[in-house]
């Protein structure tokens, strides 16, 4: 039925970004969830070819609706590594994050532990002193992940699309 399913909507087998957008911006409560979109989109094509195949919506599907929380953290994290070298910087946080929050209609603040208000940027400098165990400004799969699973707000946070 997915496949068909699938086939029905992209005859050629091919899920392009256009087509990515169009269906979920649907989705988004706001007109802003194009950039956020993308992010979700490098996310699940996992080769990078600039399409979605049927194998990659699967993985998509299964991922956002029955992987373990360590396999949606993974997928997140590929969707914040905005530049696909393997790590995720604070400016590709932040980048992703003001995204996200456009989409979702979520103002540009975030809270602390304290409830203290906090700016965007002052929000991914404590998550980067949460999640970088060494302390070299980048955050690896493992860090982000590991970090994560050790904080339930962190991952729900994060990877808020994926645990919705």
Same mark, same amino acid.
């Given at each position: 039925?997915?496949?068909?399913?699938?086939?029905? $909507?992209? !005859?050629?087998?091919?899920?392009? @970004?256009?087509?990515?957008?169009?269906? =979920?911006?649907?989705?988004?409560? %706001?007109?802003?969830?194009?950039?956020?979109?993308?992010?979700?989109?490098?996310?699940?094509?996992?080769?990078?070819?600039?399409?979605?195949?049927?194998?990659?919506?699967?993985?998509?599907?299964?991922?956002?609706?029955?992987?373990?929380?360590?396999?949606?953290?993974?997928?997140?994290?590929?969707?914040?590594?905005?530049?696909?070298?393997?790590?995720? $910087?604070? !400016?590709?946080?932040?980048?992703? @994050?003001?995204?996200?929050?456009?989409? =979702?209609?979520?103002?540009?603040? %975030?809270?602390?532990?304290?409830?203290?208000?906090?700016?965007?940027?002052?929000?991914?400098?404590?998550?980067?002193?949460?999640?970088?165990?060494?302390?070299?400004?980048?955050?690896?799969?493992?860090?982000?992940?590991?970090?994560?699973?050790?904080?339930?707000?962190?991952?729900?946070?994060?990877?808020?699309?994926?645990?919705?």
């Amino acid at each position: 039925e997915q496949y068909w399913a699938f086939k029905q $909507d992209c !005859p050629n087998g091919e899920l392009t @970004l256009f087509d990515f957008i169009t269906v =979920y911006k649907e989705l988004f409560p %706001t007109e802003h969830g194009e950039e956020f979109c993308q992010h979700v989109f490098r996310a699940f094509d996992t080769d990078h070819n600039g399409f979605i195949d049927f194998r990659e919506f699967l993985l998509a599907i299964n991922i956002t609706s029955n992987e373990s929380a360590e396999e949606k953290l993974k997928c997140a994290f590929r969707m914040y590594d905005v530049s696909c070298n393997g790590s995720i $910087d604070q !400016p590709e946080m932040r980048t992703v @994050l003001q995204a996200m929050y456009k989409a =979702y209609g979520i103002c540009d603040k %975030t809270r602390s532990v304290s409830e203290k208000r906090l700016s965007l940027k002052e929000g991914v400098e404590s998550i980067f002193s949460f999640l970088d165990e060494n302390n070299d400004g980048q955050l690896t799969e493992e860090e982000f992940v590991s970090g994560c699973l050790q904080n339930d707000k962190m991952s729900k946070l994060l990877a808020f699309t994926f645990f919705e």
